[in-house]
């Protein structure tokens, strides 16, 4: 039986990989596929254990709002939704703004696995005609929470949607 937590280090990984030489079988990958192994494996483990964490959402600006106004800019505001979850921001909605800077936090508590896409709307503010939406983006977080890619980024990027 093979110990996976050798391929765990570099160590581990250069000391099997030149074993396997020695044994004239270097050719095969075997070990990139114990390494894709030990990986679903991990995400199995991760499946298996239910995790809760903070989600932070940061708007930081709009920009070129579609107008939903006639004869006049959206008066755009924020509502943003991760499950039974709601906040929005209509009393600072920003008249005539096709530009707006928003720069909001939204925290939510959120569990994984199992947490909904997490909904980021921009909305145009109608005191008389109810509003309308202007543009809505949905981010898939368990997608992002089970990607070592992802994890990875120390300083994770700003996305423009």
């Known amino acids: 039986m093979l110990n996976l937590d050798l391929i765990q280090s570099s160590e581990g990984r250069v000391s099997f990989r030149n074993k396997m030489l020695s044994m004239g079988i270097g050719h095969l990958n075997v070990l990139k596929r114990l390494m894709n192994v030990e990986a679903e494996n991990f995400i199995k483990r991760q499946l298996s254990i239910k995790q809760g964490c903070y989600i932070n959402c940061y708007v930081l600006t709009g920009r070129n709002l579609a107008s939903r106004d006639i004869g006049s800019e959206s008066d755009p505001y924020l509502k943003i ?81």
């Open 81 to 161: 939704k991760l499950g039974s979850k709601k906040t929005n921001t209509r009393k600072e909605y920003q008249d005539d703004e096709p530009n707006p800077d928003f720069y909001k936090k939204f925290m939510f508590d959120a569990s994984f696995p199992g947490s909904p896409a997490l909904r980021v709307a921009a909305m145009d503010y109608d005191e008389l005609f109810g509003d309308d939406l202007i543009g809505d983006t949905l981010i898939d977080l368990e997608d992002r929470f089970y990607s070592h890619h992802w994890q990875s980024w120390p300083q994770k990027p700003i996305e423009t949607r």
